[in-house]
């Protein structure tokens, strides 16, 4: 099956920092990805959608110079949180999507755990 | 607006049998997911329903009725390890998936 993976898996940063996430799609081509942000005990909530080589649709209330996407190549996503803060501590999911007949299916990534110092 | 609706919290025990239901309005309907995630980990994918009627995957069966706006995830032979949360998502008019909040599943033994 379609194999998405994230690095690093967790990570523990000071405030003020700024952090790098990688997807990385290793079977199949991704021709959008998509990133989620998730807080404990609550649902997935979609940050932005990204295609191959243009620019990321972030979803309402997401700052998009806070939170900066570059979808490079088609098996490759980073996710940048700049100048972090506390409030950014959140288990942040990476998902990818190749066309499959009629629908999209998202194969998510095992998740980046942020915590913010 | 766009809404999902499913129940925040379930419980069943070992050996038994479960639905958990999904009631859906969105704008357009592309199809309808269901994934399972245990604490701290993230979703994996169970089912997809685009046409009316049941898809039957092993001890999962998933059901999706178009016109009432209306799915459910029925397991059987509930195991310990099934103890998770699980979501319904929608794929709207966009293929953008709209997430209900997932329901936590307990299961006592």
């Known amino acids: 099956g379609a194999v998405v993976s994230q690095h690093p898996s967790w990570v523990i940063c000071k405030s003020g920092t700024s952090v790098k996430i990688e997807c990385r799609s290793l079977d199949f081509q991704a021709t959008t990805m998509f990133w989620y942000r998730q807080f404990p005990k609550q649902s997935l909530m979609l940050m932005a959608t990204?295609?191959?080589?243009?620019?990321?649709?972030?979803e309402q209330g997401v700052e998009k110079d806070k939170f900066l996407i570059n979808h490079a190549s088609l098996t490759l996503s980073t996710l940048t949180v700049t100048s972090a803060h506390p409030e950014d501590s959140s288990f942040y999911i990476c998902s990818a999507s190749e066309v499959a007949g009629d629908y999209n299916e998202q194969f998510f990534g095992p998740g980046t755990r942020l915590t913010v110092l | 607006g766009q809404n999902i609706d499913q129940p925040t919290e379930m419980t069943a025990t070992e050996g038994a049998i479960v639905q958990i239901n999904c009631t859906y309005q969105t704008s357009g309907f592309n199809g309808l997911f269901w994934y399972q995630q245990h604490a701290g980990e993230a979703p994996t994918f169970l089912s997809y329903?685009?046409l009316d009627g049941l898809e039957e995957k092993g001890r999962f069966s998933s059901f999706l009725s178009r016109s009432k706006g209306y799915s459910y995830l029925l397991l059987k032979e509930l195991q310990m390890k099934d103890s998770a949360s699980y979501l319904c998502a929608v794929s709207d008019s966009n293929y953008q998936l709209i997430w209900g909040a997932g329901t936590k599943l307990i299961i006592k033994p």
């Open positions: 329903n685009v």
């Open positions: 990204s295609n191959e080589g243009s620019k990321a649709t972030y």
